[in-house]
């Protein structure tokens, strides 16, 4: 399971949510072996006077926070970092402005289609 949340400006974050969407997914679904059909992603255009950042970030500044059941290994979840930068910065987005986060819980600290996560049938492995 992967909950993501997308964070920018909204003049900058709102021309691009479609293609980023894609992009993100496609990144989880390579690095975490993920079912294409799984996506769930949750955008928060802000306006600039609530995104506050550092003064060496520009318009385009992301944050982009990924919640997954606990399972991967460190080297899938750094290779889902780098296909991130590299797929993003094809959108215009330089690694500069770009910051990730994977928050990893227990299946059990999720609840899904009415169960606890750890009582859910995957239809992909979470152990990888």
């Given amino acids: 399971m992967a909950q993501i949340k997308i964070y920018g ?7 691009i949510k479609e293609h980023l969407s894609d992009v993100i997914h496609s990144a989880v679904v390579d690095a975490f072996h993920y079912p294409p059909d799984k996506r769930f992603h949750r955008f928060f255009p802000m306006n600039q006077e609530d995104f506050i ?3 060496d970030r520009s318009e385009a500044y992301t944050i982009i926070e990924i919640s997954v059941f606990e399972g991967r290994t460190t080297e899938a979840k ?9 797929r993003i910065n094809d959108l215009g987005i330089a690694p500069q ?10 299946k059990q600290n999720w609840g899904i289609r009415g169960v606890p996560g750890d009582e859910l049938q995957l239809n992909y492995k979470v152990n990888i």
């Fill in 97 to 106: 402005d770009l910051e990730i986060t994977i928050f990893e819980t227990p």
């Fill in 78 to 86: 750094k290779h889902l970092i780098q296909l991130l930068f590299q």
């Fill in 53 to 55: 950042f550092a003064h």
């Fill in 9 to 15: 400006i909204k003049e900058a974050l709102n021309p």
